[in-house]
């Protein structure tokens, strides 16, 4: 047994390499940009498949304002984690999760009279005053008190005791012909209840903040722009904006040369009726596949890196990934292979896997199971 076969056996399948000095460096990008305006890191989908925790405490360390997640699981992962400060939860909770906000201290959206007055009531119970934001619907159509209401619905939950109101935000379409219109609509929300002239609101994320300086206000809600992503089409940025954040991605991502071989031109690689090889192919089996959040269709011209080589996707199943190898003669067992990121000179980018995995950058990295290792560096 070779000394690369022992190396194989003894780590891991496929595994993310995480640059903590890069998200360090976005972080402060951030920071320069929307100042004084604070941030609060969004971690949802397990921080776009980085791992929420294991981002989150390089963050912390870094003094972020606040985090915000998608659901109360998400909130009650990072508590456990050992995450501090405050955890907004962005999205819809049931009344089973109700104790368990007030237990991990997590701060819930709201927009509906029922769950506002469920909390309250929780709140009257342990005699606690709970903090909570206020999601306001000024356009895109998904959750929220519709604009019209908010002030109305941020007056009531005035009145009930046991709740506090922490902050105010919006998600924006990310139009640039509806944005400011957006903007505009939240600030007269808080501009009609001089009680709440403080209180801070939130509408930019990642697309606003280097696309509508005008929609930092309070406090903006960065995600996969920390992960050193761009997060539109360059058309819809202001560029000059993306130039100053200087982006740079944090992740890359590795699976193993599980085994290599030549086949025999006239025969085929991969399940199902696929063409047949013209010529003899050396091809290498990857130890990751669909399972594991690799996906790539083979006729999109997905690669891979090997020895700095862009080797071509031929084949792609449950757990396994076949490649032409030809373009890394020396490949061999054991060997790194690079499906996200850099390998030598050679780099593969996120926008250019999600293109031949047939989807966008969010959904691509959000794929990534929680099973595959990850390591910060």
Known sequence: MNDTTARWLDEPASWLELSRANLLHN????????????????????????????????????????????????????????????????GCFTRQEIPAIFAHELTPGVFHAAAAQALAEQARILRRVLPVWVKVDTGLGRLGVPCDAAAGFLRELGELAGLEVAGIFSTLTENPARDPRQVARLLAVRSALPGLASVPLSLASSHAIVSLPASYGDMVRPGIILHGLEPSERDRMDLRLVSRADLR????????????????????????????????????VLTIGWATGYGPAPNRGGMVLIHSCACPVLAVSANSTMVDAGPAPAAAVGDEAVLLGRQGAAEITAAQLAQVAGGGVYRLLAAVPREVARFWY
């Not at 981002?55 to 003094?63: K, N, Q, Y």
Request: aromatic share 4%.
């Open 249 to 284: 991605p944090i992740a890359t991502w590795k699976a193993r040369v599980g085994d290599v071989k030549t086949i025999a031109a006239g025969e085929q690689v991969g399940y199902g009726c696929q063409p047949s090889l013209t010529v003899p192919t050396r091809v290498a």
């Open 27 to 90: 972080l402060a990008g951030v920071r320069a940009l929307v100042a004084p305006a604070r941030v609060m890191a969004v971690l949802k989908a397990n921080a776009y498949g980085a791992g929420a925790v294991g981002m989150a405490r390089v963050l912390a360390e870094a003094g972020v304002d606040a985090f915000a997640v998608a659901t109360v699981a998400e909130g009650i992962e990072l508590r456990q984690g050992g995450i501090a400060g405050m955890i907004v939860c962005l």
